[in-house]
């Protein structure tokens, strides 16, 4: 089990694997990792992120929103060990290994002809 688990079906919620609670700060914090965990480990530009989240300021008010944001979730998350983010550069992802979300479990078995996969898609 990843030692971060996102619930992102139904309203967000991120608990380490023990199911302790763990705050993330923000909507937008929230989003964006949230869609960097929907990435599958694949690390993005932080131009792509800049106009997904911050497309209606201008680029130095947007650059610094997501500094704020990366270190927002650095405090937020770094009890998790492995470290969740992953910058390199001019990208940031999320070690897959570190993290899991309900979406990925759910679409496993909702792509699924059997009846007890597509029972285990409705349950979650």
Known sequence: MAPLQLKLLGGFAALESTGRLVSVSGKKNQALLAYLALQGGKKLPREKLLGLLWSDRGEAQARSSLRQALAALRRDLEEIEP??????????????????????????????????????????
């Open 83 to 124: 470290a969740v983010l992953v910058l390199e550069g001019d990208s940031v992802g999320v070690e897959p290994a570190a993290i899991a979300t309900d979406v990925v479990r759910f679409e496993r078995p909702a792509g699924s002809d059997t009846v007890a996969d597509l029972m285990e898609a409705a349950r979650l």
